[in-house]
């Protein structure tokens, strides 16, 4: 993936040379070991900041909403599918864009990297095709990529960006053999009790920082419902209640719209795994309106309109 | 404040279980791939294999959702509409292994929490009914900054008792008159020169590895409207999501929202912990937001720890070098840089 990271500097240095762009969104390396930084380049000389590797995991279309510049942007199969619903969701504008589109080979989940080095602080990582290096106080392990996927990764069917204006290297091919829904096969056949068990568990860990609510870019709604005061519709301490509704609403909002990206997941600060709410909403689009969100301009999204064909059973 | 002692691992675990009966006890338990503040009850089990909680421990003096007041709400009952404290609990707590820089971050706290001008009742009394028992850091974080903003990873300042990891014994200092009455209290050798000299260098070694360090000078110089104004904020703050991760995590932070929360006929005045990251934190009644973009938000986070506090109590920056947020912010935003870019 490494080798990206020449093209995407060579590319942003000439778009920005010659006006085409205002602006270039991508990732810089950051300062602790698998942390990458999204970073806005307004001058040519600094594109030598931009990078690609495997820890480049936060959604970027997160920063494009309602900005007004041309902008220059890198994106991999889910951030491209963000961007097609920004633009659909009218918080951007395509011809505002000039989109570098990177065949994705997944990007790494950096706790399992961090379980593998017993949960010891990294100084330093590289990587090199399929492997990996990770260097810590006395230690020094090389790990291959494919065992340390992040969990959507793993399961992702789109890995090539959807839409672009550049691709800068061959497509990937796709990996349509896994059942991204297993997981959520697997609890649906619980009783409503297990369910409910299951998720108070998922999030008894949360402290309402909001992190994932707030790396996702399709939660960009000017006032989110729980910050909401006149009404307050949510309790703001740490209720499980308040906890738990906060959850099931913010994933209600994304149905038809996540492209389960794995960004709010990546952010939170106590690792809880909150997309397990989103997943079961995908899956039901999938599998009630053939919806997967965000692969064309050419269609309205899933709740914009309505086909005969929709499934309608529980109308009566 | 008396004399150190020496005791095995075991035994010294086991002195902590059998003051659960006179405290609460409070340990770090490993729950998943990181560690948290519990209290120590039957099922627990104490980890001091560890390199700090991921939560801080503010939580255990000051939680972050606290009921403060509560009353009945129909006209029929005594006392409708007054709001009446609601009880609490001061008892005695325990804290073993708490880290030098989060007792450190106690005293960053309290000179907001407890001068002459504010006191925070609840605060303090919860506060001085803790006996806090550090655990000195041989092995720094690359992410942490102690030294450099606080005591360093054997830093006594804020404990009561101060134990080092000697391998397969602790050694126990004591710092205060409650840490020194606490530890005559416990059958244990006193420590030896020799484990004294281990003890010491222990301390040299650790502080080695620690390499951030600044001058606060720049800090207290610059005028605040200099650095309120400087041109970088707009770029320090660009990949910020306005989470909650660097201020709920830190240790140091402590600003509060008061809510009243009604179900059926009772209502509950909670005190929760706030962040200065949330639009929500500065929205006026009015529906102005004096702090409405992102980059005002994140300018105020930094100036509050690097500037205002600074001026306000003339003792350090509101930041004890933790590292949590430099750990876990999900975009990277690093505090030392920030601190540079200040004092530059
Ligand atoms: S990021 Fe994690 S802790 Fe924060 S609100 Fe979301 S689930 Fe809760
Ligand atoms: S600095 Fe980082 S942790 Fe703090 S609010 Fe911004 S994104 Fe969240
Ligand atoms: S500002 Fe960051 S490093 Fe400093 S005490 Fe708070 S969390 Fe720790
Ligand atoms: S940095 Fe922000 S949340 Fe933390 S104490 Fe200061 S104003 Fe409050």
Same mark, same amino acid.
């Given at each position: 993936?490494?080798?990206?990271?020449?093209?995407?500097?060579?590319?942003?240095?000439?778009?920005?040379?010659?006006?085409?762009?205002?602006?270039?969104?991508?990732?810089?390396?950051?300062?602790?070991?698998?942390?990458?930084?999204?970073?806005?380049?307004?001058?040519?000389?600094?594109?030598? =900041?931009?990078?690609? &590797?495997?820890?480049?995991?936060?959604?970027?279309?997160?920063?494009?909403?309602?900005?007004?510049?041309?902008?220059?942007?890198?994106?991999?199969?889910?951030?491209?599918?963000?961007?097609?619903?920004?633009?659909?969701?009218?918080?951007?504008?395509?011809? =505002?864009?000039?989109?570098?589109?990177?065949?994705?080979?997944?990007?790494?989940?950096?706790?399992?990297?961090?379980?593998?080095?017993?949960?010891?602080?990294?100084?330093?990582? *590289?990587?090199?095709?399929?492997?990996?290096?990770?260097?810590?106080?006395?230690?020094?392990?090389?790990?291959?990529?494919?065992? $340390?996927?992040?969990?959507?990764?793993?399961?992702?069917?789109?890995?090539?960006?959807?839409?672009?204006?550049?691709?800068?290297?061959?497509?990937?091919?796709?990996?349509?053999?896994?059942?991204?829904? *297993?997981?959520?096969?697997?609890?649906?056949?619980?009783?409503?009790?297990?369910?409910?068990?299951?998720?108070?568990?998922?999030? *008894?860990?949360?402290?309402?920082?909001?992190?994932?609510?707030?790396?996702?870019?399709?939660?960009?709604?000017?006032?989110?419902?729980?910050?909401?005061?006149?009404?307050?519709?949510?309790?703001?301490?740490? &209720?499980?209640? &308040?906890?738990?509704?906060?959850?099931?609403?913010?994933?209600?909002?994304?149905?038809?719209?996540?492209?389960?990206?794995?960004?709010?997941?990546?952010?939170?600060?106590?690792?809880?795994?909150?997309?397990?709410?989103?997943?079961?909403?995908?899956?039901?689009?999938?599998?009630?309106?053939?919806?997967?969100?965000?692969?064309?301009?050419?269609?309205?999204?899933? $709740?914009? $309109?309505?086909?005969?064909? &929709?499934?309608?059973?529980?109308?009566? | 404040?008396?004399?150190?002692?020496?005791?095995?691992?075991?035994?010294?675990?086991?002195?902590?279980?059998?003051?659960?009966?006179?405290?609460?006890?409070?340990?770090?338990?490993?729950?998943?791939?990181?560690?948290?503040?519990?209290?120590?009850?039957?099922?627990?089990?104490?980890?001091?294999? !560890?390199?700090?909680?991921?939560?801080?421990?503010?939580?255990?003096?000051?939680?972050?959702?606290?009921?403060?007041?509560?009353?009945?709400?129909?006209?029929?009952?005594?006392?409708?509409?007054?709001?009446?404290?609601?009880?609490?609990?001061?008892?005695?707590?325990?804290?073993?292994?708490?880290?030098?820089?989060?007792?450190?971050?106690?005293?960053?706290?309290? #000179?907001?929490?407890?001068?002459?001008?504010?006191? +925070?009742?609840?605060?303090?009394?919860?506060?001085?009914?803790?006996?806090?028992?550090?655990?000195?850091?041989?092995?720094?974080?690359?992410?942490? !900054?102690?030294?450099?903003?606080?005591?360093?990873?054997?830093?006594?300042? @804020?404990?009561?008792?101060?134990?080092?990891?000697? @391998?397969?014994?602790?050694?126990?200092?004591?710092?205060?008159?409650?840490?020194?009455?606490?530890?005559?209290?416990?059958?244990?050798?006193?420590?030896?020169?020799?484990?004294?000299?281990?003890?010491?260098?222990?301390?040299?070694?650790?502080?080695?590895?620690?390499? !951030?360090?600044?001058?606060?000078?720049?800090?207290?110089?610059?005028?605040?409207?200099?650095?309120?104004?400087?041109?970088?904020?707009? +770029?320090?703050?660009?990949?910020?999501?306005?989470?909650?991760?660097?201020?709920?995590?830190?240790?140091?932070?402590?600003?509060?929202?008061?809510?009243?929360?009604?179900?059926?006929?009772?209502?509950?005045?909670? #005190?929760?912990?706030?962040?200065?990251?949330?639009?929500?934190?500065?929205?006026?009644?009015?529906?102005?937001?004096?702090?409405?973009?992102?980059?005002?938000?994140?300018?105020?986070?930094?100036?509050?720890?690097?500037?205002?506090?600074? +001026?306000?109590?003339?003792? @350090?920056?509101?930041?004890?070098?933790?590292?949590?947020?430099?750990?876990?912010?999900?975009?990277?935003?690093?505090?030392?840089?920030?601190?540079?870019?200040?004092?530059?």
């Amino acid at each position: 993936m490494i080798r990206y990271t020449e093209k995407i500097r060579e590319r942003a240095r000439e778009l920005l040379g010659q006006g085409k762009v205002d602006v270039f969104i991508g990732y810089k390396k950051g300062t602790v070991p698998l942390m990458n930084q999204p970073v806005m380049i307004k001058r040519a000389e600094d594109v030598d =900041q931009l990078l690609w &590797d495997s820890n480049c995991c936060l959604n970027l279309a997160n920063y494009l909403t309602k900005r007004t510049e041309k902008i220059g942007i890198v994106a991999n199969g889910c951030n491209s599918r963000n961007i097609v619903i920004h633009i659909l969701e009218n918080q951007i504008k395509r011809d =505002q864009l000039y989109i570098l589109g990177i065949p994705c080979e997944g990007t790494i989940d950096h706790r399992a990297v961090l379980r593998a080095a017993d949960n010891q602080e990294l100084l330093g990582y *590289s990587e090199d095709g399929k492997e990996f290096t990770i260097r810590g106080a006395g230690f020094e392990k090389t790990l291959k990529k494919e065992e $340390f996927l992040r969990t959507n990764c793993k399961t992702c069917q789109h890995r090539n960006p959807v839409i672009y204006d550049e691709l800068l290297g061959d497509p990937v091919p796709e990996n349509t053999e896994v059942d991204p829904f *297993s997981d959520v096969k697997g609890l649906e056949t619980q009783p409503p009790e297990k369910k409910w068990s299951f998720f108070q568990n998922l999030i *008894s860990k949360c402290i309402r920082c909001y992190a994932c609510r707030n790396a996702c870019p399709l939660c960009y709604c000017p006032t989110c419902f729980v910050d909401e005061s006149k009404p307050q519709w949510v309790g703001k301490s740490i &209720d499980p209640i &308040d906890t738990m509704t906060f959850h099931i609403l913010r994933a209600y909002h994304c149905a038809g719209r996540c492209t389960d990206c794995g960004a709010c997941e990546r952010v939170c600060p106590v690792a809880i795994p909150m997309r397990q709410f989103t997943k079961k909403l995908n899956k039901d689009a999938k599998e009630l309106f053939d919806w997967e969100a965000g692969l064309t301009l050419e269609t309205r999204p899933l $709740f914009d $309109f309505y086909k005969t064909s &929709d499934y309608n059973e529980f109308i009566y | 404040m008396g004399t150190s002692k020496v005791l095995k691992k075991d035994e010294w675990l086991k002195v902590i279980e059998d003051l659960r009966k006179g405290y609460k006890v409070f340990v770090p338990t490993k729950e998943g791939d990181f560690h948290f503040f519990r209290e120590y009850k039957d099922g627990i089990r104490p980890d001091l294999n !560890f390199s700090n909680t991921r939560l801080s421990p503010k939580g255990l003096i000051y939680p972050q959702s606290e009921r403060m007041f509560e009353c009945p709400l129909s006209k029929d009952q005594e006392g409708a509409f007054i709001l009446k404290e609601s009880p609490k609990d001061f008892g005695p707590q325990l804290v073993v292994g708490i880290r030098p820089c989060d007792a450190y971050g106690f005293l960053i706290v309290k #000179r907001n929490f407890d001068n002459p001008q504010y006191r +925070d009742p609840w605060w303090v009394r919860r506060y001085e009914s803790t006996t806090f028992v550090g655990l000195g850091c041989n092995e720094p974080c690359p992410t942490c !900054f102690c030294n450099a903003a606080a005591g360093g990873p054997f830093g006594e300042e @804020g404990l009561d008792l101060l134990m080092w990891d000697l @391998g397969d014994e602790y050694l126990i200092k004591p710092i205060t008159e409650k840490g020194s009455n606490l530890l005559a209290k416990v059958e244990g050798k006193e420590a030896q020169d020799g484990e004294i000299k281990e003890a010491e260098s222990l301390k040299k070694e650790s502080q080695k590895k620690m390499d !951030f360090s600044f001058d606060i000078t720049p800090l207290k110089n610059k005028a605040q409207l200099e650095l309120f104004n400087e041109p970088y904020w707009e +770029d320090v703050a660009f990949s910020c999501i306005n989470c909650g991760t660097c201020t709920y995590l830190c240790p140091t932070c402590w600003c509060f929202d008061i809510q009243d929360e009604v179900y059926k006929n009772h209502c509950d005045r909670i #005190r929760n912990w706030d962040s200065c990251m949330f639009p929500l934190f500065t929205l006026h009644g009015s529906g102005h937001n004096p702090r409405e973009k992102k980059f005002q938000r994140v300018r105020q986070r930094f100036m509050h720890k690097l500037k205002y506090y600074v +001026d306000k109590y003339g003792n @350090g920056i509101q930041c004890s070098g933790c590292g949590r947020c430099v750990r876990y912010c999900p975009v990277n935003i690093d505090i030392r840089n920030v601190i540079g870019l200040m004092c530059g």
